[in-house]
């Protein structure tokens, strides 16, 4: 836990960990919080010392470098930094760590952190926040089924304590102030859950939203709850949502080939153009009007929001592991790639999110590699590289050429790349790539940016077209492009002025795109129209032809 994070310990958003609750009063039992948490290990700083003898010399300061290292602070010496060392001297070296806080008993000690959602037969703490030192707090789960016609859990909810079905968590209150149970979110038999998956699948929404109703008995103290309703979790924005995620197993997968070698795909539905929630970026300043339409008309050569497929090969000649959404993302076969990165930055901004449409279905991604388990065997072990392309491909073979497949491993990645927040990942990313990464290049040879020479919708979805297919040719392509075209204008120009006096010569074209003033579009579609054809790739001229038809990339 850092300084900041320290220093910040009564932050009022309630996702945030709760550390101070006022007082306990006599005579009264006050119910302040019941929320659903994960627990989040408690630090402390714990003061260490160490004694150091020097092998052959050196500064006090180069002693002090070999301790730091993530997780400490306050590192002193019992020397200043610029005293000079000698073989066998002595040097005492002392510091703060960072452990976890253990509790009286010797067990781990944890905080806890709201949370918002999770996923049907996942682990959750339920967390209680009450005032008072005596009496039961009796807590149950309910459902509030808003506009539903009717439940999907009778009330009140089953859940699992351990391997015990229960209905009812029971607190005894003794001044503790903070009380916490972990139960699992399912009932005990498969039967009940079989039932109980039924029922989710008829929703629209596969998901239900549960409230607590608290209860405080053998206790003479009087007793406070925030209202009369003694619910919580009840209000609008509050409830928390359970979701049941079948792991994508209605997606008709299709046994396809690709250069004489039979893969799984799913072609998709979903076009970027008809991405729902443009007006809302927009409106939030995250894209342009005119960022939109670079988008949506160069994503015609690309593949729809959710599609994914495992057919194609990596550049070094080895399987892929698999190729997703609307930019077509990667995972090479070492289990790394554009879409593994994807993935990683999508666990760090929506981690419930991550955990209910990933790890839930066996997918995780750990150190920038992406794995896959299958979710309904414990004893599986996780999966990625040659193996995994393999387990993809495995039911696909030349006698099921264009016939639906089984592909479990390929359902939860259909349906995690068509959830909302993963497809408003896909298009900010598409945007990122085009402005941090693909308009900022310097073609090979030259000195202004792909910015400074393209001005039009056109030649900046051209441009990132080919980066998106092979990101390490646009600077050669662009670059030779502009070899040939100003090759081209410069004989011109020589021609010209071999009909011209001294003193009325042209000069050659500046090599400055800023300098062109009025002709600069003449000149960039010139180029563009050479680059997009020449440029190397699958199918290059024809994307771009495809590209230049689109009425979105007009001017």
């Keep these: ?32 919080k019941i929320y659903f948490a994960k ?5 402390i700083w714990e003061t260490k010392e160490d004694t150091y003898t020097v092998k052959s010399g050196g500064l006090v300061s180069d002693v002090k470098k070999k301790y730091a290292k993530k997780g400490r602070r306050n590192l002193q010496a019992d020397k200043e930094d610029s005293v000079r060392l000698t073989a066998k001297e002595e040097v005492k070296v002392t510091w703060e760590e960072e452990a976890q806080a253990k509790k009286a008993d010797g067990s781990p000690d944890f905080d806890f952190e709201r949370i ?57 209150i003794n001044g503790a102030l903070v009380y916490s149970k972990e139960i699992t979110l399912r009932p005990k038999t498969d039967e009940d859950l079989k039932n109980l998956i039924e029922k989710f699948n008829k929703r629209d929404e596969l998901n239900a939203f549960l409230y607590f109703k608290g209860e405080v008995k053998d206790t003479q103290d009087e007793v406070k709850y925030p209202d009369d309703t003694h619910e919580f979790l009840n209000k609008d924005h509050d409830r928390f949502e359970i979701r049941y995620c079948n792991c994508g197993k209605n997606y008709d997968i299709t046994c396809t080939r690709y250069s004489g070698k039979y893969g799984p795909a799913y072609w998709g539905s979903k076009k970027l153009e008809n991405y729902a929630d443009w007006d809302t970026l927009i409106e939030n300043k995250k894209i342009t009007d005119e960022e939109k339409a670079i988008l949506v008309g160069m ?38 790639g554009e879409f593994t990165t994807q993935v990683e930055e999508f666990k760090t901004q929506y981690p419930e999110k991550y955990e209910e449409l990933f790890v839930s279905c066996g997918w995780t991604v ?97 441009v990132l077209d080919h980066h998106i297919n092979r990101p390490a040719l646009v600077k050669d392509d662009f670059g030779a492009a502009l070899g040939r075209f100003f090759a081209k204008k410069d004989a011109d120009t020589a021609k010209e002025n071999k009909n011209r006096k001294e003193g009325e010569k042209l000069e050659k074209l500046s090599r400055n795109p800023g300098e062109w003033g009025d002709n600069h579009p003449k000149y960039e579609q010139e180029i563009l129209d050479d680059y997009g054809n020449q440029r190397r790739g699958t199918d290059m001229d024809k994307r771009y032809e495809k590209m230049k038809k689109n009425s979105n990339l007009s001017s």
């Design 39 to 43: 627990p989040i290990p408690k630090m």
């Design 1 to 32: 836990m850092s300084e900041i994070q320290e220093q910040d310990n009564y932050s009022a958003n309630p996702n945030q960990k709760t550390y101070d609750i006022p007082h306990q009063v006599d005579h009264e039992v006050n119910v302040v």
């Design 116 to 172: 918002n959602s999770t996923t049907i037969k996942n682990k959750v703490w339920v967390v209680a926040e009450c005032q008072g030192n005596s009496g039961k707090l009796s807590v149950e789960i309910y459902e509030n089924k808003l506009k539903n016609t009717e439940n999907v859990y009778d009330g009140p909810v089953k859940f699992l304590d351990g391997g015990t079905e229960k209905s009812q968590i029971e607190f005894s």
């Design 366 to 462: 750990d150190a920038g590699v992406l794995y896959y388990k299958d979710p309904a065997n414990p004893t599986a072990d996780k999966m990625t590289g040659n193996t995994l392309s393999e387990k993809i491909r495995e039911n696909c073979k030349e006698s099921l050429f264009g016939k639906t497949v089984d592909c479990k491993p390929l359902q939860p990645i259909v349906n995690a790349v068509i959830d909302k927040s993963f497809q408003e990942k896909q298009v900010l990313d598409f945007i990122k790539r085009l402005k941090e990464v693909v308009l900022p290049l310097v073609p090979a040879g030259y000195s202004y940016k792909l910015s400074d020479y393209l001005q039009s919708k056109l030649g900046k979805a051209t």
């Design 299 to 336: 994503s015609e050569n690309e593949g729809k929001l959710d599609s994914v497929q495992s057919y194609d090969w990596d550049l070094s000649g080895e399987k892929m592991i698999l190729t997703a959404g609307a930019m077509q993302k990667t995972v090479d076969h070492t289990g790394k």
